[in-house]
Nanobody, 128 residues
Framework: QLQLVESGGGLVQTGGSLRLSCAVSGGSSSLYVMGWFRQAPGKEREFVIGNSRSGGSTAYADSVKGRFTISRNNAKNTVYLQMNSLNAEDSAVYYC?????????????????????WGQGIEVTVSS
């Protein structure tokens, strides 16, 4: 059973940066499609950014393009979400997720139902 644990959240000022980490255990992150989602109060959970199993393809929500990046350190079995130029609309609970790749493909998954394993979530608050 894959387990995901997020860390690195907290309070940051508008315009600041934050890096979230997702530590994977119970399996190798390099075998999974990885993604980040977020859920703000009163809103549905939304896709933020995702990475194909190989890391060769990335998909972004329009709202984070040019500001957020996803990366992997397979040696540490950890996936990162680097967030720059943060604003109040980025305040949310952020979730790391892992999905089983489609055999023979290297696609990015953008829907939450495509991901099987989820972290517990970590809060990010951007203050003005």
């Amino acid at each position: 059973q894959l387990q995901l644990v997020e860390s690195g959240g907290g309070l940051v000022q508008t315009g600041g940066s934050l890096r979230l980490s997702c530590a994977v255990s119970g399996g190798s992150s390099s075998l999974y499609v990885m993604g980040w989602f977020r859920q703000a109060p009163g809103k549905e959970r939304e896709f933020v950014i995702g990475n194909s199993r190989s890391g060769g393809s990335t998909a972004y929500a329009d709202s984070v393009k040019g500001r957020f990046t996803i990366s992997r350190n397979n040696a540490k079995n950890t996936v990162y979400l680097q967030m720059n130029s943060l604003n109040a609309e980025d305040s949310a609970v952020y979730y790391c997720a892992a999905g089983i790749p489609v055999l023979g493909s290297d696609i990015v998954k953008v829907h939450d139902y495509e991901y099987r394993y989820w972290g517990q979530g970590i809060e990010v608050t951007v203050s003005s």
